[in-house]
């Protein structure tokens, strides 16, 4: 029995982020997902004031962006989850929230869409050295 390959994850460089986007999400990424994971991060990240944020690809099809920073961000949600974690971390547990609520959308094409990346990108955390922050975080 062969071993399941893990998957990874590329940064998208800077020239391909527009044909990227336009590839896997078409007009819904800036009309309607990325607008909302920003929102989230601002919800649940009193740290978070903006700025630039890092896209990556997953080798399963998936998609995740994070806020390009050196600095911890403190997280405090809903849920009970309380703690300090990294750009990445962050970004990862907004786009798995923001994919998880838009996959019930009356949308159609956006629920499907979400709900398929919802599932790519929550293989991929599975993967992550920091699987149980990300998984506290979005519970």
């Not at 986007?21 to 990240?45: A, V």
Request: hydrophobic share 35%; aromatic share 14%.
């Amino acid at each position: 029995m062969g071993k399941t390959p893990r998957t990874t994850s590329t940064l998208v460089a800077e020239g391909d982020r527009i044909a990227c986007i336009e590839d896997i999400f078409g007009i819904l990424f800036p009309m309607r997902i990325e607008p909302f994971i920003y929102s989230i991060t601002e919800h649940i990240s009193g740290d978070y004031n903006g700025g630039y944020w890092h896209y990556n690809t997953i080798n399963n099809g998936g998609f995740y962006m994070y806020p390009e920073s050196g600095e911890m961000f403190h997280v405090i949600c809903s849920n009970g989850f309380i703690g300090d974690v990294t750009g990445e971390v962050l970004g990862v547990s907004a786009c798995m929230y923001a994919y998880s609520h838009l996959s019930f959308s009356e949308d159609q094409q956006l629920s499907a869409l979400c709900s398929n990346h919802y599932y790519l990108l929550r293989e991929y955390v599975y993967g992550m050295d920091q699987v149980d922050v990300v998984m506290a975080i979005c519970d």
